[in-house]
T-cell receptor
Framework: KAGVTQTPRYLIKTRGQQVTLSCSPI?????VSWYQQTPGQGLQFLFE???????NKGNFPGRFSGRQFSNSRSEMNVSTLELGDSALYLC???????????????FGEGSRLTVL | KNEVEQSPQNLTAQEGEFITINCSYS?????LHWLQQHPGGGIVSLFM???GKKKHGRLIATINIQEKHSSLHITASHPRDSAVYIC??????????????FGQGTRLTINP
């Protein structure tokens, strides 16, 4: 069974640009959550989607947005990039809603964004 | 004060030693995750527990919901256990949306 796939793995952008990151969950998983990891702030929750609906959102500005498609694939977008947006962006999927759900999260390898 | 506090922040030990990493939280967490992150960034979920104790190989996790405290133990530690260990709790009930709050992580180094 394929794991969680994130693309691209690495990217470099300049201030003011926008970026779109993609996350393909494990087949059958309907919940996808996104996280930002920086050396200063550590891991922080961005948002979570379940069956195309955003169920919860972390404390990030409106420049950070996301969506989920009917096949459960998810994208997140950051507009008007700032230097502080340089981070590792991780997504995780889980089989919430499945009777076998044990609470485990399955993480992708992350997308490392550098803003110059 | 962070909602989820881990200790110690850094831990260096010799191969074979018994390792304990602690996690205390102030928010109303109904269950807690223990995660392992190796250099390069990949994160693996080790445990999710809401009560008692769970064991997987040489790893043992315990939680006391009333005292808001959890511990991760590694028996017979090995250099391949070297990683950052992170605890995190959902701020909503288990079956709902998981707005995870993370500890700052414990960097574990096991020397041969």
């Amino acid at each position: 069974k394929a794991g969680v796939t994130q693309t691209p793995r690495y990217l470099i952008k300049t201030r003011g640009q926008q970026v779109t990151l993609s996350c393909s969950p494990i087949s059958g998983h309907r919940s996808v959550s996104w996280y930002q990891q920086t050396p200063g702030q550590g891991l922080q929750f961005l948002f979570e989607y379940f069956s195309e609906t955003q169920r919860n959102k972390g404390n990030f500005p409106g420049r950070f947005s996301g969506r989920q498609f009917s096949n459960s694939r998810s994208e997140m977008n950051v507009s008007t990039l700032e230097l502080g947006d340089s981070a590792l962006y991780l997504c995780a999927s889980s089989p919430q809603g499945d009777s076998r759900y044990t609470g485990e999260l399955f993480f992708g390898e992350g997308s490392r964004l550098t803003v110059l | 004060k962070n909602e989820v506090e881990q200790s110690p922040q850094n831990l260096t030990a010799q191969e074979g030693e018994f390792i304990t990493i602690n996690c205390s939280y102030s928010v109303g967490i109904s269950a807690l995750h223990w995660l392992q992150q190796h250099p390069g960034g990949g994160i693996v979920s080790l445990f999710m527990l809401s009560s008692g104790k769970k064991k997987h190989g040489r790893l043992i996790a315990t939680i006391n919901i009333q005292e808001k405290h959890s511990s991760l133990h590694i028996t017979a530690s090995h250099p391949r256990d070297s990683a950052v260990y992170i605890c995190a709790g959902p701020t909503r009930p288990l079956q709902g949306a998981q707005k995870l709050v993370f500890g700052q992580g414990t960097r574990l180094t096991i020397n041969p």
